[in-house]
């Protein structure tokens, strides 16, 4: 590929989510990829910059390496439509679905695909009487998490109801919505799609194994104690029922050029449950989607510059899927 020809390239990183440092990690491994690559790429913080800088500059393209809100929930999507300045990744809506779990969850179920149980509360519907008997709808343990953040940033796995009131006030710090979820007991695992529509193929699945199966904020970008196993280790059979779900959820979802699915397995079954399409996914050294690429031969750098490749805005994605 002529990677002269993509243009001025700016890789939007930082911006001002919680999820700003590991924004910045992975932002700063994409510009180092597309440099190497011979792509005239430069870093860019919406949170310092004004986004309107990017036509007046003459960027070409945009790779969004920003994460949480702001970033990966379709408000730069939707800036960058209006500034006609192609960006990686899925669109404003799809974006804005799969930052919001519970809107995620919804689509699943509709779409006839395995998701865990789940309570959402409002703002207006968390009164320490309606709090207290949430495990007695899901059972414990239970997972309590803001709906719409990511990185595990503010998640609290409860095990008892004297722990509830505390995994509220950590959850609503963040969101002021609130989402409970049905703990699965199994294996976690997670698996990279790329492409849009019907070229949308799933990457191998990797299992994780954290330490005490605490897969954390820490333990997913600052330790190298989780152990990331691709290939997988699993049977065959799991691994396509895996990708199945995957992609089937990736395209319901109206993802476009890449994304990641998280998922847990019940050891009980073996079933496989969603937990929630990742739209701009890590690109540090500790995330998975480059090491899933990496075991069917794609480099960092190499898939650096085909999601770059891939950029486009929603009207030309449309035009391409209607043709």
Known sequence: MDTKALGKTAVLMGGTSAEREVSLMSGSGVLHALKSQGVDAYAFDPSTRDLADLKREG?????IALHGRHGEDGCVQGALELLGVPYT???????ALCMDKTMSKRI???????TPRWLWLGATEQSRERIRTIPDDLGLPLI???????????????????????????????DPDLLCEEFIEGEEVTCPVIGTGDGATALPVIRIVAPE?????????????????CP??????????????????????GCRGWGRADLMIRAADRKPFLLEMNTSP????????????QAVGISYEQLCVQLLAAATLDSEAQQVQGS
């Open 282 to 293: 890590g690109m540090t050294g500790h995330s998975l989607v480059p090491k899933s690429a």
């Open 232 to 253: 997988s280790g699993l049977p065959e059979d799991e691994e396509r029922e895996i990708q199945r779900i995957v992609v089937a959820a990736y395209r319901a979802l």
């Open 59 to 63: 960027f070409a393209r945009v790779f």
């Open 144 to 174: 309590v998490k803001p709906p719409r953040e990511g990185s595990s940033i503010g998640i609290t796995k409860v095990a008892g109801y004297s722990e509830m009131a505390a995994a509220v006030t950590l959850a609503t710090q963040y």
């Open 108 to 114: 699943f179920v509709a779409e006839g695909l395995p």
């Open 213 to 229: 199966g605490n897969y954390d904020y820490q333990h997913k970008y600052f330790t190298d104690d989780t152990r990331y196993l």
């Open 89 to 95: 990744g899925s669109g404003v809506l799809s974006s």
